[in-house]
């Protein structure tokens, strides 16, 4: 897929250009594999959102505790594939995943 420019330029100024372009692109790829098709602005806030998470990892910086049960009408789907890039990524809480299962959540249904 080729980005957007903003989603491209978010990759150009991060800190860890090869990880977040990496992270981005299997991110993409696993939504793919599940019809999940994201408008460009979903790409542009998806890939912003995936580079936070991967300058959290790296300085093993946590974000505020999140209450799963605020994410109970999430799919187990968007639950497991945020699961899994999560983990792709390593050194991140489980809190992390429920943010990241909305990107996916919303892009089903458009």
Known sequence: MILP???QM????????????EVVAHTLALMS???????????VVLTNHLNEMV?????????????PSM?????????????EVVQMIGNLPEDELYLLSIHFETAKYN
């Open 5 to 7: 420019i903003d989603a």
């Open 10 to 21: 978010i990759i150009d100024e991060s800190e860890d250009r090869e990880r977040t372009a």
């Open 55 to 67: 300058k959290r990892a790296r300085l093993s910086e946590k974000m505020m505790t999140i209450d």
């Open 33 to 43: 594999v599940q019809a999940i098709v994201p408008t460009e602005i979903q790409v």
């Open 71 to 83: 994410f109970s009408d999430v799919s187990s789907g968007s639950l497991a594939l945020a699961t």
